[in-house]
């Protein structure tokens, strides 16, 4: 036991105003009021410890805290009567101090250690509250409960029992314990009349509004505490932290979904008790069954932060899965050992990350593998195998935490999939996930014939749309040669320096074949040319300079400059360069304006919709009350489509004739409608993963849509599709006349020319009949 003085919050805001005075008054009535409630042979201790009190003090009432020291048999003796007398105090943090002040007067061995340090006795923890803030201000809610179940007979909600923190001011690190705070010999004198309180009202009030309103109407500078408070101390840092780990896992930060790994990682460092350790969590990734590494996912690592490079940090963490992850067991390596074959290819990379001691604890989620912890320290004899020991109590929820990561990674594969490769998108999505059920209910029930159901929509009416780049493969083309031009006279350049200072046959004999092909640029090349030269530009020209630059290096700068040129950043590569990023920038616009009022559209009446690639975007789109069985259709939906594809081919065309001054290779677009009178019936192929027409009625649809992009105008020839107009290809007068009105409306909000033309369509193998409306577009 000691006796010594201790404020465990230093400057204690509200302090000022407790009148708090040291006494045994109030433990001394306590047991008189014990003394005549009790029946057994406890009344003659009783009798003992109250004369005993009465006989020391003498009548004093109130004792200083200075004074303290000199009754330390009464202090002890308060110990005694409280706790058995077979309970050790070494097992218990228990102390006496001033009443509703954090001021310890005496105490267990055990309680001052905790606040203390033992050699130098400076005070090495302070109070904190909730949000682990320093604690300075007195407990409010406690002090009233005492003030009105004492004077005003009222117990308001307040309890005696709290949880608080101790931050040891050393590590920074909290511990949290259970104080139960007794105020049983503590006793409250006003120092007038009491200030009145209508109790109803109060009971009423809520609860955030109760403390300001005391402190306002019953000041605490009208009362006198008097006695002296026993705190029992209960340390539950483990079951805290596991709760606060439990919470990070369960419910993530709202900001972004996720768990707040950085609030994990510092309970696993108050559950360690030291700041000397380092933790680290990799969850296994997996792709098709294959381990891989991602940024993203795995960046709250040990073995990532002493990489030197990302490579080596993938590389590490590869080497990782596929040697240890296959068996996983607990590793420890309190110092790690000198360099030795066949190691563990990380630990050359702790070493140089400066790590002295490092631990991998396998975690496992439904009995599989779903990751490991990392635990390490820079300083030697910091990790040992009891400190690992009390990390067990929260793998289970580090657990949760892994797969929660390797979920969320899993789902991010999956929505990139749905985005970029698949046809599996909201309006049908519903029907995908019916025929899963399906299936999983029949396996379920061993239904050996098991198998996904086709997925199927009949009786839907489809948009054709298509965005065309006008002659891009004479533009690739053009650009192809001008680039063979520049790399020919290159290379000619090249092989003449070589000339100069090697006496090589063989370089005389390329010289000739490449002027042969450079003169060969200005004509025309067949299918069969095409290969011959990329076969002597790659087996005979590559093959043979970069042999020479590898066996004489004093050639390098003569040939490196030709080999840099032929580099898809290189010189040789300019135009195509030129020519793809004026490409892109079409498509990139196009799907722009696409994307940004499609998903506004879906709005009106679910419908599917899929784009293809080509040099330019080709859209279908599919529309009925199959695929939204849930809402009626009605044919105005339809109509509605109809006018907004007309609408977005002029905003097409519009924007991609605005960029010409943006493009480093001037590109123009053609827009083209197929307008098809009746429904069809489409079918998921699982072999392309994308919708089909089903049936054999419906393959004139596709027939159609396949043979129009390069159509001509009857008894001419001059394409259909024209630069800066638009072309609406249909089958019947029906589909034409509804058209011309949406075409009309357009006119009138000027986005297209007054003139309509209306055109015979020439024959083509399998369709005939073909007629168009084409109109321009207002800039």
């Given amino acids: 036991m000691q006796n010594a003085v ?5 400057e204690l805001e509200g302090a000022g105003e407790v009148d708090s005075r040291l006494s045994f008054d109030g433990f001394v009535h306590f047991l008189k009021k014990r003394r005549q409630e009790d029946k057994t042979m406890r009344v003659k201790f009783l009798d003992f410890v109250i004369h005993y009190f009465e006989e020391r003090l003498k009548g004093k009432h109130v004792i200083e805290q200075e004074e303290m020291v000199e009754y330390g048999d009464l202090l002890e003796l308060i110990y005694t009567v409280i706790f058995p007398a077979v309970a050790d105090e070494r097992d218990t943090a228990w102390a006496l101090g001033v009443p509703v002040k954090p001021v310890i007067i005496y105490g267990t061995d055990v309680f001052y250690d905790k606040l203390r340090d033992p050699l130098t006795k400076k005070v090495k923890a302070c109070m904190i509250d909730d949000q682990d803030k320093v604690r300075t201000k007195v407990n409010l809610e406690l002090i009233y409960s005492m003030i009105f179940r004492q004077l005003y007979g009222l117990d308001l909600p307040a309890g005696h029992t709290v949880i608080r923190g101790l931050q040891d001011e050393e590590t920074g690190l909290p511990g949290y314990f259970r104080l139960n705070i007794d105020s049983r010999f503590v006793e409250v004198v006003p120092k007038g009349t009491l200030p009145p309180v209508n109790m109803a009202e109060l009971k009423a009030m809520p609860k955030p509004e109760v403390i300001p309103w005391l402190v306002e109407h019953v000041p605490l500078t009208s009362f006198i505490f008097e006695g002296i408070s026993a705190l029992t101390v209960t340390d539950i840092t483990t079951e805290y932290v596991v709760d606060n780990i439990k919470n990070s896992v369960l419910n993530p930060d709202l900001r972004d979904g996720r768990p707040n790994y950085a609030e994990v990682i510092r309970n696993l460092n108050v559950l360690a008790g030291t700041n000397d350790v380092s933790f680290g969590l990799l969850p296994l990734l997996l792709v098709n069954g294959k381990p891989v590494y991602s940024d993203t996912s795995c960046y709250h690592s040990i073995l990532g932060e002493a990489a030197e490079t990302d490579e080596e940090t993938e590389k590490t963490y590869l080497c990782l899965v596929n040697r240890y992850f296959n068996d996983p067991r607990p590793l420890l390596y309190e110092t790690l050992p000198a360099p030795e074959t066949g190691e563990y290819f990380f630990l050359e990379v702790l070493r140089r990350g400066g790590i002295h001691s490092y631990a991998l604890v396998p975690v496992y989620h439904n009995n599989r593998l779903a990751g490991v912890l990392e635990v390490s320290s820079r300083k030697p004899g910091v990790l040992k195998p009891g400190l690992l020991s009390r990390l067990n109590v929260v793998i289970p929820l580090l657990a949760q935490l892994l797969q929660r990561a390797i979920d969320e990674f899993d789902a991010d594969l999956k929505s990139i999939i749905k985005e970029n490769f698949t046809s599996i998108q909201p309006a049908v999505e519903w029907k995908f996930n019916e025929a899963a059920w399906h299936y999983e209910r029949m396996r379920e029930r061993s239904d050996a014939t098991a198998s996904v159901e086709t997925i199927y929509f009949d009786n839907v009416f489809p948009l054709y749309g298509a965005i065309d780049i006008r002659n891009s493969t004479i533009e690739r083309n053009s650009a192809l040669r001008k680039d063979l031009i520049t790399q020919f006279h290159l290379l000619t350049e090249t092989l003449i320096s070589l ?4 006496n090589l046959q063989l370089l005389e004999e390329l010289l000739h074949q490449a002027q042969k092909w450079r003169l060969a640029m200005n004509g025309a090349l067949t299918t069969a040319d095409e290969l011959n030269l990329n076969s002597f530009l790659r087996d005979k020209v590559d093959n043979f300079l970069v042999h020479f630059r590898e066996t004489r290096p004093d050639l390098g700068d003569l040939i490196t400059p030709y080999l840099q040129a032929t580099e898809e950043e290189g010189e040789a590569f300019r135009y195509r360069r030129e020519l793809e990023s004026s490409i892109q920038l079409v498509n990139k616009t196009i799907n722009g304006l696409l994307e940004e009022t499609i998903e506004e559209l879906q709005s009106s009446y679910p419908f599917y919709f899929e784009k293809f690639r080509t ?15 849930g809402r009626a259709f009605d044919i105005l939906y339809l109509r509605n489509l109809r006018l907004w594809q007309l609408k977005s081919m002029a905003m097409v065309a519009r ?21 098809h009178s009746a429904s069809i019936d489409i079918s998921f192929r699982k072999d392309e993963r994308r919708f089909d027409v089903e049936g054999g009625y419906n393959i004139r649809y596709q027939v159609v849509k396949k043979r129009i992009d390069k159509v001509r105008v009857r008894d001419t020839n001059e394409r259909l599709t024209q630069p800066g107009k638009i072309a609406i290809i249909y089958l019947n007068d029906r589909e034409g006349e509804e058209y011309e009105g949406y075409i009309r409306y357009l006119q009138e909000k000027q986005l297209l020319g007054a003139e309509i033309e209306h055109l015979d369509l020439e024959e083509l193998q399998g369709v005939s009949g073909l007629r168009a409306l084409r109109v321009s577009v207002l800039w």
């Fill in 499 to 502: 000339q100069k200072v090697v």
């Fill in 6 to 10: 201790i404020h465990i919050i230093k």
């Fill in 655 to 675: 924007q991609t004739h605005n960029l010409l001054p943006e493009m480093e290779e001037p590109l123009q677009t053609t827009q083209l409608i197929f307008v």
């Fill in 615 to 629: 040099d330019g975007v080709e859209y279908d789109i599919y529309v009925g009350q199959s695929i939204s069985p």
